[in-house]
């Protein structure tokens, strides 16, 4: 049997407070009672109380004992642009994407606030793909890396454990749809602040040579040992 309440008067002497009942509920087993309770309360509480021993009793999982995520990274060429006075206010002029590098702090910042643009949401929770890949997918963080001097849109991805090859087919896709019209649409409508003026950085570009490579293909594309083309 699992109660729970609260404590009338229970500040700052437990010893002298009320326990008012809320809810009961029985169970089964003292496995079933305490899984359940794990399961409702979290694991910081069965910390809180003290109960690492009931946990492992109950066979549940210690936090000595989780795993670290399996962290993959997807790499993709950034467009950036400039306003171009010759248009009007919404075109912009492409330019050559080594500028990049010299701003890179002020980008990254700026992706970090279009990241928390929508609160605290992990973009992860935007994901309705297969359930097989939700259940795998703990979060999806946009962010840029410096690869040889050159700036490149990087997303990582931390998982429960690795995807099949149509898994991560599918969030590639996903992630190309981010890029495209999701995050990175409104992500390159605003400008982003610098010495050099107003840069406006697509992690999206519709040519041939645009791509989207996990770490691995990405390592390839670099050294020139495989032609690598581009994604639609």
Same mark, same amino acid.
């Given at each position: 049997?699992?109660?729970?309440?609260?404590?009338?008067?229970?500040?700052?002497?437990?010893?002298?407070?009320?326990?008012?009942?809320? =809810?009961?509920?029985?169970?089964?087993?003292?496995?079933?009672?305490?899984?359940?309770?794990?399961?409702?309360?979290?694991?910081?509480?069965?910390?809180?109380?003290?109960?690492?021993?009931?946990?492992?009793?109950?066979?549940?999982?210690?936090?000595?004992?989780?795993?670290?995520?399996?962290?993959?990274?997807?790499?993709?060429?950034?467009?950036?642009?400039?306003?171009?006075?010759?248009?009007?206010?919404?075109?912009?002029?492409?330019?050559?994407?080594?500028?990049?590098?010299?701003?890179?702090?002020?980008?990254?910042?700026?992706?970090?606030?279009?990241?928390?643009?929508?609160?605290?949401?992990?973009?992860?929770?935007?994901?309705?793909?297969?359930?097989?890949?939700?259940?795998? =997918?703990?979060?999806?963080?946009?962010?840029?890396?410096?690869?040889?001097?050159?700036?490149?849109?990087?997303?990582?991805?931390? =998982?429960?454990?690795?995807?099949?090859?149509?898994?991560?087919?599918?969030?590639?896709?996903?992630?190309?749809?981010?890029?495209?019209?999701?995050?990175?649409?409104?992500?390159?409508?605003?400008?982003?602040?610098?010495?050099?003026?107003?840069?406006?950085?697509?992690?999206?570009?519709?040519?041939?040579?645009?791509? =989207?490579?996990?770490?691995?293909?990405?390592?390839?594309?670099?050294?020139?040992?495989?032609?690598?083309?581009?994604?639609?």
């Amino acid at each position: 049997m699992i109660t729970a309440g609260s404590y009338e008067g229970a500040f700052p002497t437990v010893d002298k407070a009320y326990f008012e009942p809320e =809810l009961s509920k029985q169970f089964s087993s003292f496995d079933a009672a305490i899984k359940n309770l794990y399961e409702l309360c979290g694991e910081d509480f069965m910390d809180e109380v003290n109960m690492p021993d009931i946990g492992e009793y109950a066979g549940l999982p210690q936090k000595n004992d989780l795993s670290e995520p399996i962290r993959t990274k997807f790499y993709c060429p950034l467009t950036v642009g400039i306003d171009d006075p010759e248009e009007n206010e919404f075109e912009y002029a492409e330019t050559d994407p080594s500028i990049l590098a010299s701003h890179e702090d002020i980008i990254r910042d700026a992706v970090e606030a279009e990241t928390h643009r929508g609160g605290d949401k992990d973009m992860s929770e935007y994901f309705h793909g297969s359930e097989d890949v939700r259940e795998k =997918l703990i979060s999806a963080r946009w962010d840029i890396e410096n690869v040889g001097g050159t700036v490149y849109g990087c997303i990582h991805a931390d =998982l429960t454990e690795p995807l099949t090859e149509d898994e991560k087919e599918e969030l590639r896709g996903w992630i190309l749809g981010q890029n495209s019209d999701g995050w990175g649409e409104g992500f390159e409508q605003r400008p982003v602040t610098t010495p050099d003026g107003d840069l406006y950085i697509s992690f999206w570009d519709s040519g041939d040579d645009y791509f =989207l490579l996990d770490d691995e293909e990405f390592e390839q594309h670099l050294s020139g040992s495989q032609q690598m083309g581009g994604y639609e």
